[in-house]
């Protein structure tokens, strides 16, 4: 791309150069030498005049735009200029530019220090928020223990006495009530692990075909008990880097997510595995009622509803899913979802292959070869 300068002196240098040779043709083809000399003359004055104009311009002119130009990307670079300084020659467009400049370093660096202090704020209100998570966790668990504990004493009837049905059925729910709040804090704690990024994890080798065989024994008589019919499609069953009781949980959330959006008639659950290069491919798909696009958007954000009605069925905290990722990826993995309104659901994840030793790679080709 050319600049303002170079392009002045090749039309200008080009100008004066066609003067002063029609200057000179002029001297050469007059009869009368007095006059083509005073031409010549003139011509060569011209020339010069030109030249001079040119470079004047071009010091008045280009000059300061090319300041400009560079405190512009100067600022854009660091978002601040070492000198405010710029001289606009009296000419009135670059008065204006200037000025424009000035005025437009000025509202940048006002929303740039606002930006700071909001995020310097968000960074306090995220670090309270953690720390109240905590706290608020820790207490709850402190007397939810006891609770359990005389929950059971009290449904082994002879440890404290009998109770009548309407006394044991109350207990029952009791006891129900107090597992959905110790599930409660056992995610808003492995959430809180997750954002701190002390989430504990086992990278063993384990086979990809077994970690979906556990999730299908687990869930075949959840699925009969309410008509779904749970499907199993092994197409990779390559071994991964993986901890198993960490993907069981995946695999539960995932599922159990999936039962509370299905059909009420021909519900089908699909969980099984693809070959995704130096991936395998996880998935749990259902024919349930599907989310939009603005859903699937926030459907990993922490307590994020599909349904937040309050007639919804599915209960939860909306931790599941943010739990179900960041374990994943805890895994050097990534998750993802593909669905359509009224078309169901796949919930999608990947976890590394795992590589084979060289050692041993060596010592399997050995013995194929002796064999």
């Known amino acids: 791309m050319i600049k303002i300068k170079q392009a002045l002196f090749l039309i200008f240098g080009i100008t004066s150069f066609i003067i002063f040779y029609i200057g000179i043709l002029n001297y050469i083809t007059t009869e009368d030498k007095n006059i083509g000399m005073v031409i010549l003359v003139f011509s060569a004055i011209v020339s010069s005049g030109t030249f001079f104009a040119t470079f004047y311009i071009s010091n008045n002119l280009t000059k300061p ?13 660091y978002n601040s200029i070492r000198k405010n300084g710029l001289d606009d020659k009296g000419i009135q467009e670059l008065y204006s530019l200037n000025k424009n400049f000035k005025e437009m370093t000025r509202k940048v660096g006002d929303a740039l ?3 700071k202090q909001l995020n310097q704020e968000l960074k306090e209100i995220d670090s309270k928020k953690t720390e109240f998570m905590s706290m608020i966790s820790h207490e709850l668990k402190t007397p939810l223990m006891p609770i359990k504990g005389y ?9 404290m006495g009998q109770l009548n049905e309407k006394q044991l059925d109350a207990i029952n729910e009791i ?11 056992q995610d808003v704690l492995m959430a809180q692990k997750i954002d701190l990024g002390k989430l504990s ?4 080798i384990i086979e990809s075909k077994i970690l979906v065989e556990n999730a299908y024994k687990a869930f075949v008589p959840a699925c009969e008990e309410n008509g779904v019919k749970l499907m199993m499609s092994v197409t990779a069953s390559d071994k991964v880097y993986s901890d198993s009781d960490r993907i069981a949980e995946v ?3 995932l599922i159990c997510n999936a039962l509370a959006f299905l059909p009420e008639k021909d519900a089908t659950l699909e969980i099984g595995t693809k070959d995704n290069s130096n991936f395998v491919t996880f998935y749990v798909k259902d024919n349930g009622v599907g989310m939009s696009d603005d859903q699937q958007q926030n459907i990993f954000k922490k307590f994020y509803q599909v349904d937040t009605s309050s007639k919804r069925k599915k209960e939860g905290s909306g931790l599941g899913l943010a739990i179900c990722e960041g374990i994943v990826k805890a895994l050097g993995g990534k998750m993802w979802v593909q669905s359509k309104l009224g078309k169901g659901t796949t919930f999608y994840f990947d976890l590394p292959k ?18």
Do not use: C, G, T, Y
């Open 201 to 204: 994890v086992e990278k063993d």
């Open 113 to 115: 220090e606002k930006e």
């Open 354 to 371: 795992a590589k084979i030793p060289i050692q041993q790679f060596r010592s399997v080709k050995a013995k194929n070869s002796r064999n």
């Open 65 to 77: 735009i090319e300041l400009l130009a560079r405190r512009m990307s100067e600022f854009s670079k």
């Open 251 to 253: 695999f539960s959330n």
């Open 175 to 185: 006891s129900i009530s107090a597992k959905k709040l110790e599930k409660l804090i």
């Open 151 to 159: 929950v059971q004493l009290l449904q082994k009837q002879e440890m």
